[in-house]
């Protein structure tokens, strides 16, 4: 019966408890806010966007922006097919967090979009969508069919560019088939003849014989292949029946053979062998002799190689000699030194057999990879398949092959098709690079003029350029901008790019590029004109079509310039890291030929985004992930987090679990938000703010640690550092605010009176550091921070975060105030007790924190004196009921030492903890002694008598 009744009356007590809590509960000031905890974000964004149309939220902050200094970062097309990918995602990003930080620090920052045009992937897919080969479709009906299909993905990639909360010149975009467009790719390449640049030439260029064009070092992609490699004797001539010995990789190339390529400076050796006598490099004796199973070897001599020079060999299967000659890029690290030269196929065989020894261009190869009748024995056969065996078959008829083995190497192939290319002779268009210094110039630009964001850029682009040949800018398409060139019929090399050039770019102008292949030449010359060599008028316009990476190649001219000539250079290039042979080293080169000076002041180069593991993303991998598909499960600002959240400089894992993880970051982020709103329902800062030299020292250390941390983030916008951006602002948000700052202010907010000094300080300071925080995180988090300024005016007559700025002050810490030092050793000391408090919790002696009682000692006496001065404040800090010094430290004490920056570093400490003493308050839970003893609120602790009676 006892026990029952025991039972019983702590029921009735807990009950007269919570009851006594629900009569307080009107008493206290609890958190309101409109800013829903959950996001909602692929519901939200959507409508928010909608919004900012309606309101017309870019032609705003367009208009703020004029007058202001200029930046302008120039966007890199994307080419117009298919839906966009994750790259495009994170590329596009990053401009836009660099272009809104720009506006809202008080630049003009004009962000046009383009998007590249012409090209191979779309005549490809209109092509494949026909059925049909180029041949046998009318040209300018085609045109069209491409310029349709072009403006579908326009439509279709700009309306995901926009639902990624990218702001820009989304009605007024540049694209590279307009007609004003197509004028200037035109009226640049013919700047670029006239300035001496241009030439047509017969040389060898890669050539993919699917796409059945000519292609650029930039659309080269290099895989391993395996291939026939043969070792082959050519016999020389005039020296006893002694055989060069030749080791080549590309059999297909013999027919096009007139050369062999010596090193000057390495040593040649002549033996007798069994199988004849051979003259090879003397570091590969070894070697060659395992290799083709010499077993009796005499050496007859050895001679540099520059002894042999002028020397003539016999074809081994063809009635043609070859002239030995002198090449400095001949090795002796693999094959036998001695390499055959075959200047149709071949860049360093044109350059050193054609170029400096009239060695003769001969490629006996169609545009389909096939021999042609120039030799008759392979006429038909495609040379990398059927081609390579008949050579190996011819070598072995004549007795001059050797040996022939399986080699693995790395080998070029198409960036579309993704099929080993060929080297071969054409007549194409090509522009030099050497021409009146330009590569010394761009080389220059590079070291001295270009920032470079990772540096590593310079040395990366610098190389490309160092080493790159000529560019060859004919495309044998259909698709595109042609060679703007007009010629003779009659006179080989007779052009009329003077007479022809104000024409061609006025017509295009107005009819764009089609006009060419629809109207007569004689439409782009004088009236009556007629060749000044033959006096002829019959005249040929070039079919071929320039390379689409000359046509982004020159937007500086196309948009920066006919924005205005202060938006040439651009502040900023950004793009993959492929573009240092791509749009940055196109853009570098017609800029430096066009204009002297480069088109870009900085250039930011990011990775590609790789799967979790760390692989490339592809279809047949199922390891790709959409952004479309991020979008319908997390939303935008999900993607544009982990955008901020990445080291671009490398590859960028990309997966659902890492997405997972941002969606976590990102709910601490949005509860900051969230708390601090939910705190300032009843605040206005007109009427309720107290001046910041005179709130309560832990508020103004709040805000100090706010300046520090805003300062450092718009260091990091300034160098690009968005990993930096994202890690001091999530570990601010989660460890100096929520961690302690938010906790700290909890017991003050909620139970202090409404308008007591220190809960009007904690909201002055709340306010300050949403006014700071939601701003640094607008150009990342657009949507969210956009949802913030809706839910609380921040500042009256500014209807959105975007339209809002983070002026120049911000760059310059407000001066210290005394006791923000204490503070921050205040800050450290809780990081020393709460694990104590922790240890006592496990021990079971405590349950809440508030159910403790706090002890602290230390023999350092400036740090005692801290505590003591500081010794009422610490209960809010710690979160405890009480906290007193204590003179002498009992033995269940815990040793610790705590951090500060303003004493002696570390600082031992004693920390005693125990049971609070007194009753816990019905309305605040402190335990204090005060509890029960006042008549009328017999369950308040003192504090809250003073709240209710404030």
């Known amino acids: 019966m006892g026990e029952r009744h025991v039972a019983r009356n702590d029921k009735n007590e807990m009950g007269r408890i919570m009851q006594e809590e629900k009569n307080y509960k009107d008493t206290l000031n609890l958190p309101a806010t409109t800013f829903a905890m959950k996001a909602n974000l692929a519901q939200r964004e959507p409508e928010m966007l909608k919004k900012w149309q309606e309101s017309g939220l870019y032609e705003t902050v367009r208009k703020k922006s004029t007058g202001r200094p200029l930046y302008m970062l120039h966007d890199g097309p994307p080419y117009a097919n298919g839906k966009i990918h994750i790259g495009h995602a994170l590329n596009k990003i990053l401009k836009d967090i660099i272009v809104k930080y720009k506006t809202m620090r008080g630049f003009d920052a004009l962000y046009v979009p383009g998007w590249d045009c012409h090209g191979l992937p779309i005549e490809h897919q209109c092509l494949k969508d026909m059925g049909k080969r180029k041949e046998d479709v009318e040209r300018v009906d085609f045109r069209k069919q491409a310029r349709a299909y072009a403006e579908r993905f326009i439509a279709v990639q700009r309306e995901d560019f926009k639902r990624l909360g990218i702001m820009g010149e989304w009605d007024k975009p540049y694209l590279t088939m307009n007609y004003p467009y197509q004028a200037a790719i035109a009226d640049s390449f013919l700047k670029l003849y006239e300035k001496g640049f241009i030439y047509q030439g017969k040389k060898p260029v890669p050539w993919c014989f699917d796409c059945e064009t000519a292609l650029a070092d930039a659309e080269l992609e290099y895989e391993d292949k395996m291939d026939d490699t043969v070792f082959v004797k050519f016999p020389a001539l005039g020296s006893d029946d002694a055989h060069y010995l030749v080791w080549t990789t590309t059999p297909w190339t013999l027919p096009a053979n007139v050369g062999l390529a010596l090193h000057p400076d390495l040593d040649y050796v002549t033996i007798e062998t069994e199988k004849g006598r051979f003259i090879f490099a003397q570091a590969l004796l070894e070697n060659i002799r395992q290799k083709l199973g010499f077993n009796q070897i005499r050496e007859i001599g050895i001679k540099k190689g520059r002894g042999f020079a002028g020397r003539e060999a016999q074809h081994p299967f063809l009635t043609r000699t070859s002239r030995v000659i002198m090449a400095d890029y001949v090795s002796a690290t693999d094959g036998t030194g001695i390499v055959h030269i075959a200047p149709g196929h071949g860049e360093d065989d ?142 080989a090399g007779q052009f009329f790019v003077a007479e022809s050039h104000a024409k061609i770019k006025e017509i295009f102008e107005k009819e764009g590029a089609d006009a060419w292949f629809a109207r007569p030449e004689t439409d782009f010359l004088p009236a ?244 700071r925080l939601v ?116 033995e269940d004490a815990v040793a610790t030492q705590y951090q500060t920056k303003f004493l002696d570093g570390a600082i031992a400490l004693k920390v005693w903890v125990g049971r609070a003493e007194g009753n816990k308050c019905v309305r605040c839970w402190n335990y204090s002694k005060i509890v029960g003893t006042h008549a009328e609120h017999p369950g308040l602790c003192g504090k809250c008598l003073e709240a209710l009676s404030a």
């Open 528 to 771: 009556g004109f007629q060749c000044p060599k033959c006096k002829g008028a019959d005249f040929k316009k070039e079919d071929d079509i320039i390379d689409v990476w000359f046509d982004s190649g020159v937007s500086h001219q196309a948009v920066l310039k006919r924005c205005g000539a202060a938006y040439f250079p651009a502040d900023l290039y950004l793009e993959g890291s492929d573009q240092h042979r791509g749009w940055f080293q196109s853009s570098l080169t017609t800029s430096t030929a066009l204009e002297g000076r480069p088109p870009f002041k900085g250039v930011l180069t990011h990775g590609f985004v790789v799967d979790g593991a760390g692989k490339k993303m592809s279809k047949s991998a199922g390891n790709v992930v959409a952004p479309q598909d991020v979008l319908r499960d997390f939303g935008a600002d999900i993607l544009r987090l982990w955008v901020s959240s990445c080291d671009y400089e490398y590859d960028i894992r990309m997966s659902k679990e890492i997405l997972n993880q941002l969606a976590d970051a990102y709910r601490k982020i949005r509860n900051t938000f969230r708390y601090i709103l939910s705190n300032l329902y009843d605040f206005d800062p007109a009427q309720h703010a107290i001046e910041v030299d005179k709130l309560h020292p832990l508020d103004y250390w709040a805000i100090q640690e706010t300046n520090r941390e805003v300062l450092t983030v718009l260091q990091d916008y300034d160098r690009f550092h968005f990993l930096q951006i994202y890690q001091h602002i999530y570990h601010f948000s989660v460890l100096q605010l929520s961690g302690y700052y938010f906790d700290v202010l909890k017991d003050t907010l909620y139970t202090a009176p409404k308008d007591s000094f220190l809960r009007r300080s904690a909201q002055t300071a709340l306010h300050y550091i949403l006014g």
């Open 775 to 890: 701003k640094v995180l607008a150009p990342i988090l657009p949507f969210t921070t956009e949802e913030v300024w809706q839910a609380y005016p921040l500042e009256s007559g500014v209807s959105s975060v975007h339209a809002s700025e983070i002026p120049k002050s911000w760059g310059e810490e407000p001066s210290v105030l005394f006791d923000v030092m204490d503070w921050r050793d205040i800050r450290n000391l809780r990081n020393a007790v709460t694990p104590v408090l922790e240890l006592k919790r496990e021990q079971k002696l405590i349950g809440a924190g508030l159910e403790a009682k706090v002890r602290l000692f230390t023999a350092h006496p400036e740090a005692a004196a801290a505590i003591k001065k500081h010794l009422a404040e610490l209960p809010r800090v710690f979160v405890v009921s009480q906290v007193e010094w204590m003179d002498e430290v009992p």
């Open 350 to 491: 044109y350059k050193y057999g054609h170029l400096e020894n009239g060695l003769d261009i001969l490629s006996p190869v169609d545009s389909r990879s096939r021999f042609t009748k120039d030799f008759p024995a392979g006429e038909g056969l495609k040379v990398l398949k059927e081609g390579n065996a008949k050579v190996i078959e011819i070598l072995t008829e004549k007795d001059a092959l050797l040996h022939t083995e399986k080699y693995s190497h790395s080998y070029p192939h198409c960036w579309r098709c993704k099929k080993p290319i060929i080297f071969r002779a054409t007549p194409q268009w090509f522009m030099k690079i050497d021409h009146n210094g330009l590569r010394k110039n761009m080389l220059q630009a590079i070291d001295q003029e270009i920032i470079f964001t990772p540096d590593w850029g310079k040395n990366r682009i610098g190389s490309m350029v160092e080493t790159r040949p000529e560019w060859c800018l004919s495309r044998q398409r259909y698709w595109g901008v042609p060679i703007p060139v007009i010629g003779c019929t009659k006179c």
